[in-house]
């Protein structure tokens, strides 16, 4: 099992609908939970980072964190095409300093 | 600088080839990080300096991978006798001290390594 999780996609969703992306991470002693956008061929850019139970709201980005259930989403409201590219969710391990990434998952925004 | 800068971009090395890359990160940051991103997966922790101590290596695949930052500056991943395996986009973040680690991690654009 790999230590953090996330379907691959792609998801697709029509312009100005939400965009649900979820992760799971598997080391209960993970402290910090990170998003990060990769557009293709660029380099990943933090979009959200978040250290508390429950929801953080940045403009059209809203970060939820669950440490029960080792589960981690990023809803993006009003998506736009702009928003397309792959989202990579990121945990940094006991030594805090190492991020962790799950695979990324592909979102398609449809114009 | 502006941003983290990698060079060069792309790198084509025979197999059996030694390659460097290079960054140089943003000014001032004492952080700075490897990692390696195979195609359609996430980045992996390659190693970590804080300033021009190396304190993680865990990351590095083989003895074949060697990486320093000797002025606390501008650091370099040494990759010898490459293998096809190595091919990946390699990236480099930097940080400063005063951030939770991670959280401001600025990436560069990567130097993407075809072992032919």
């Known amino acids: 099992q790999k230590e953090v999780e996330q379907n691959s996609g792609p998801l697709s969703v029509p312009e100005g609908a939400i965009a649900s992306l979820n992760c799971t991470y598997s080391d209960r002693g993970s402290q910090s939970f990170f998003w990060y956008r990769q557009y293709s061929g660029k380099s990943p850019e933090l979009i959200m980072f978040?250290?508390?139970?429950g929801d953080k709201e940045d403009g059209r980005f809203t970060a939820q964190l669950n440490k029960a259930s080792q589960y981690v989403s990023l809803l993006i409201r009003d998506s736009q095409p702009s928003d397309s590219a792959t989202y990579l969710c990121?945990?940094?391990?006991?030594?805090?300093?190492?991020?962790?990434f799950g695979s990324g998952t592909r979102l398609l925004v449809r114009p | 600088g502006a941003g983290v800068s990698q060079s060069p971009r792309y790198k084509v090395a025979k197999r059996g080839q030694d390659v460097a890359l290079r960054c140089d990160p943003i000014?001032?940051?004492?952080?700075l990080f490897w990692y390696q991103q195979a195609l359609g997966q996430g980045p992996e922790f390659l190693t970590y300096f804080q300033n021009e101590a190396q304190l993680d290596k865990s990351g590095l695949p083989s003895d074949r991978f060697f990486a320093e930052r000797p002025e606390g500056s501008v650091s370099t991943l040494k990759i010898q006798r490459t293998q096809q395996e190595d091919s990946a986009v390699y990236l480099c973040?930097?940080?400063?001290?005063?951030?939770?680690?991670?959280?401001?991690?600025?990436f560069g654009q990567g130097t993407r390594l075809t072992v032919v």
């Open positions: 978040i250290y508390s139970n």
């Open positions: 990121a945990v940094s391990g006991d030594s805090s300093y190492k991020l962790i």
């Open positions: 000014s001032g940051h004492v952080s």
């Open positions: 973040a930097s940080s400063s001290w005063d951030s939770p680690l991670g959280a401001e991690a600025f």
